[in-house]
Every structure is written in C-alpha cells, then in structure tokens.
Nanobody, 115 residues
C-alpha cells in the first residue's frame, strides 16, 4: 500500500512563503508522477502543479512564477515551494502520486493566506 504524508501548511500573511512536503512510502516513488492539487471551500479540486518521474514540470497559470515543485528521490519526497502567497491561494493542498500501482492521495494540509 502506498501512503502519502504531507506537512508544511499553516497560516501566513499575503506576500509570505510556505513550503509543503509530501513523503511517499515504499520504493515506488522514483517511478511515480507526482502532483499537488488544492481545493478551496465550495470549489472543485484543481491541479496546481505536477512533476513527472523524469523531472518535467507543469504549473497552473495562477501559480506560474510563484510556486515551484521539486522532488528528492533519495528521500521519497516531493516539495511545493510557494512564494508571494495571495489570499486566493487559501485551500487544502493535496499531494498525489500516480504510478503502476494506482492513484494515491495524501490527507491534505491547510494553507490559509490572510490579507
């Protein structure tokens, strides 16, 4: 069973930064495409950014230039560096792993940005 454990959420003011981490159990991580999604109250879950197992990244237009996804295969961990946060970034952020075993989600971590 693949498990994802997220950390790093919190309450910050607009313009500040946060870094989220997601650690994946087992040895499947290096073969996984990883992503960060978010869901704000009353809205659908949306893709924020993703990184393939070979390191190719893509970003939602709303976060380009402010957020950076990266991965450390030695630590089975994917990171989301979020800079210049805005109130509209407030949401629960979910880590996602897609691999040959299936599609897996973390429990979510709350990010709240005050104006």
């Amino acid at each position: 069973q693949v498990q994802l454990v997220e950390s790093g959420g919190g309450l910050v003011q607009a313009g500040e930064s946060l870094r989220l981490s997601c650690t994946v159990s087992g040895s499947i991580f290096r073969l996984s495409n990883m992503g960060w999604y978010r869901q704000a109250p009353g809205k659908q879950r949306e893709l924020v950014t993703a990184i393939t197992r070979s390191g190719v990244t893509n970003y939602a237009d709303s976060v380009k230039g402010r957020f950076t996804i990266s991965r450390d295969n030695a630590k089975n961990t994917v990171y989301l560096q979020m800079n210049t946060l805005k109130p509209e970034d407030t949401a629960v952020y979910y880590c996602n792993s897609k691999n040959v075993l299936g599609n897996y989600w973390g429990q979510g971590t709350q990010v709240t940005v005050s104006s």
